[in-house]
Structure formats: C-alpha cells, structure tokens
C-alpha cells in the first residue's frame, strides 16, 4: 500500500465516522507521512489583504507546541495577501526562505528550531462553509527536506480530507438531500451525474465513490469533470457554491 493509500485508509477510518477521532489520525500521519503536523482553522479579518487573526486547532502530533505558537502569537502582524490562500497548492519554506536566512531568523533560533521543526510544507483548502482549514507538516534539520512527490502527494490528500471537515449549517445539509433531483434536472444531469453529486455533497472522497459504486476511479472523474462543465464552473467549490445557492433561492 502506498503512502497516499495508507493517509487515505487512516482517514477513513478515523475521520468517517462519528464521532471524528483526530488525535488517532494525527497520530497515524506521523508515522505514514514522516512528519509532525498540525490541521487548522484560521480567522481573517476583512480587508483586500487578510490579517489572521485566530486559530482553531483541529488536530495535531504536538498539541504544546501549536498551543504556545498561537498563545504567544510567534508572528504578532501575519498579514496574507488573498491571492497567496490558494487551495490545493502546497508549497515549503525552503522555496520562499532559504535553509541559511531561516536558520538565523529570530523565530527560528527562538521556537522553531529548538522543537525539531525545520522544513515545513503548507498547504490550505477551501470548504464548502467558505472557510479555510490550514495544514503544516514539519520535519528537523537531519530528517530531511519535502520532496516534490510528497508535495503532489499532501494537495491530493488535502482534497479529501477537506470533505471530512463538518459542514457548520446543517440545514443546507438536510435541504441538499430533497435538492438533488432538481438541480439534475436543471443542468441536464444523466442518472450517474445525479448519483455522484450525490456522494460529493455527502464529503465522500473520488475514491470512496468509485470504490462504493464499483466503477473505476477514471470514471467517477469523468463524471464529475462533466458535472462541472454542464455547471459552467470550473471547481468542486464552485459546484457546491451553485447548488447551495439553488436551494437558497
């Protein structure tokens, strides 16, 4: 089983079901993955650039360092431009601060450094409720940088997890149970579009999906890219956006 499978299979067996069992799967995440992590979920102030304001800690392997980074407020001005807040796109420190600049940095030498916490990959995702949920994985000095594929690897990984993220306004959720048909009915969805949007609203992964249905991974995909093309949108968020909104109206 690959790594990504193993992430895959240790969130679905924690985070499924209720009630959601985060600290087992942080703990699975360390030994799969190789890393510390800590999962999220920031306020913003308004404005045309964000100024976070908040944490909430969904899960993490060290849950003092995260409470003192946040108590202490180790960056007390993060401003975030908007645009930098984009889903799905993992990026690491040691592509924007170099290994030499960030071992010398104040933060650094203070409260990164003496925790073991050296390379760190970030990564965000949007949910359906429009808010973010935020996770950083981090590693020491001697236990190595984040390769590309492990990059490719977390944004895919992150798509899922975001699903399992509870949705806030639980009556959309009830509502989107009764609106399904309609919204089919709307854009022209097929009988198997309508089945697929169905499990997507219910935060089932692709995988899950093709897994549950007995039809391949590439077909679920192939549904799901004509959903959004007869939507006229061009992501999962969009789709939801639309559909949220048909029932709203």
């Not at 030498?109 to 359906?128: E, T």
Request: aromatic content about 10%.
């Amino acid at each position: 089983m690959s790594e990504l499978e193993k992430l895959y299979e240790s969130a679905g067996r924690h985070l499924a079901a209720s009630p959601q069992q985060w600290p087992a799967f942080a703990k699975d995440f360390q030994s799969i993955f190789g890393g510390g992590v800590v999962l999220y979920r920031p306020s913003f102030a308004n404005g045309v650039l964000a100024w976070r304001s908040a944490e909430q800690i969904v899960a993490t392997t060290h849950l003092e360092y995260a409470l003192n980074y946040v108590q202490h407020q180790v960056f007390e001005s993060n401003q975030i431009p908007d645009g930098s807040l984009n889903p799905l796109e993992p990026s690491r420190r040691s592509d924007i601060i170099p290994d030499a600049i960030f071992r010398n940095s104040e933060v650094a030498k203070n409260f990164f450094i003496p925790r073991g916490i050296f390379y760190m990959l970030a990564v965000s995702a949007i949910l359906s409720d429009e808010t973010h949920l935020m996770m950083v994985v981090w590693r020491s000095e001697e236990e190595g940088n984040f390769s590309d594929i492990e990059k490719q690897r977390i944004a895919l990984f992150m798509r899922y997890l975001a699903t399992l993220i509870p949705i806030e306004n639980k009556e959309e959720v009830e509502n989107a149970n009764d609106a399904v048909e309609e919204f089919g009915m709307k854009y022209a969805l097929t009988g198997a579009e309508v089945d697929v949007l169905s499990d997507l609203l219910k935060g089932k992964s692709l995988k899950a999906i093709a897994d549950e249905s007995e039809r391949s991974y590439g077909t679920v995909r192939w549904h799901v890219q004509n959903i959004l093309e007869k939507c006229q949108v061009k992501s999962q968020k969009n789709l939801l956006r639309e559909f949220y909104g048909l029932i709203k109206r």
